[in-house]
């Protein structure tokens, strides 16, 4: 395979990299760097099948030679960076994924869409199962996202139908590992650097909402399968493993050995009440599911945050 991973340089499609180059494929990264950093994929440099092009997607797309396959990974993707970068994440969503669509189509390559739960919204069907349509708001402080996505999913949809492309379609739920940016802004990063430096934890609201979080390695592992497998119709990727905020707070306290006390902040617009994957479709189609605990999860991921903030 000679893979393009548009977003190769973030958290997830760093690890993506990783994968598939250990499986003996060819990958070239497309990252502009706004929310991905080179030191994700810096191990990667001189590895004779790995390219890095500093590239927007939204602009222009062009890439030499053949391509089978395209993961389309790019996305500023923390609640944190909508009010930073919401037209940025627009245009990813749209233009980007209308470009990324287009090699796709030119190389005849097979194309995979992260999208995400985000989709789903503040859901009124609870597990999420792919065949419901969500609640979102689309001029809410999510709405630049989740629209993104929702536009996204739309015109892949459409490129399989009209155009005959390979498609695939992951919703990615809540997902954590290292190299996530120590001031991501999301609920691991901000609680894991908070326990290191002995800070307090900042839960908002009461604490009480859900997610379920899926360690990084699992996400990949069933990003490939449908990537292989199919179908084109969207997929839940995630743990159903669901937690409030308040227990995964404690969990990273209790992982770290941390005295930090908690502290509770306002929760923010449109948050999410609950989120949990139903995997019935992953688990009979591609025959996928999550192994790693959140424990075992965060005793992978608490080195790297420890090593880098000595470094910072
Ligand atoms: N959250 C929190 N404290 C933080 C950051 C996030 O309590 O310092 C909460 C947030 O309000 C949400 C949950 O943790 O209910 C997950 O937030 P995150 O930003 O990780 O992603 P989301 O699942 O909302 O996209």
Not at 19 to 35: K, M, P, Q, R, S
Not at 100 to 113: D, E, M, P, V, Y
Not at 139 to 167: L, N, Q, S, W
Not at 263 to 285: E, G, S, Y
Request: charged share 25%.
């Amino acid at each position: 395979m000679r893979v393009v991973i548009t977003g190769g340089a973030g958290f997830i499609g760093s690890h993506l990299c990783d994968v598939l180059l250990e499986d003996g494929h060819e990958v070239v990264v497309l990252d502009n760097l706004i929310t991905g950093s080179l030191e994700n994929i810096s191990h990667l440099f001189g590895h004779e099948r790995f390219r890095y092009l500093k590239m927007d997607v939204t602009d222009f797309l062009h890439v030499e030679g053949e391509v089978t396959h395209i993961f389309h990974m790019a996305s500023p993707a923390s609640p944190a960076d909508f009010p930073q970068f919401p037209i940025q994440i627009l245009k990813v969503g749209s233009l980007g994924t209308h470009k990324a669509l287009g090699l796709a189509k030119q190389k005849g390559a097979r194309f995979l869409l992260a999208s995400t739960s985000e989709v789903y919204g503040d859901p009124e069907v609870h597990p999420q199962t792919e065949d419901y349509w969500g609640r979102v708001n689309p001029v809410g402080p999510r709405g630049v996202y989740d629209e993104a996505k929702r536009f996204a999913e739309a015109m892949t949809m459409a490129y399989h139908r009209t155009h005959g492309v390979e498609t695939r379609i992951v919703r990615i739920f809540n997902t954590f590992g290292p190299r996530m940016r120590l001031c991501d802004g999301r609920v691991l990063p901000n609680f894991l650097t908070q326990c290191l430096s002995g800070e307090p934890l900042t839960v908002y609201g009461d604490g009480s909402q859900t997610r379920s979080f899926c360690f990084v390695d699992d996400l990949v592992e069933g990003i490939i399968q449908l990537m292989a497998k199919g179908p084109s119709d969207p997929v839940n990727i995630g743990n159903p493993n669901e937690i409030t905020i308040l227990e995964f707070a404690e969990k990273i306290k209790a992982a770290t050995q941390s005295s930090s006390e908690i502290v509770f902040r306002p929760l923010p617009q449109d948050d999410p009440k609950v989120r949990r994957p139903d995997i019935t479709r992953a688990r009979n189609l591609l025959g996928w599911e999550p192994k790693i605990s959140i424990e075992e999860g965060l005793d992978r991921t608490i080195p790297n945050f420890k090593a880098r903030l000595k470094m910072s």
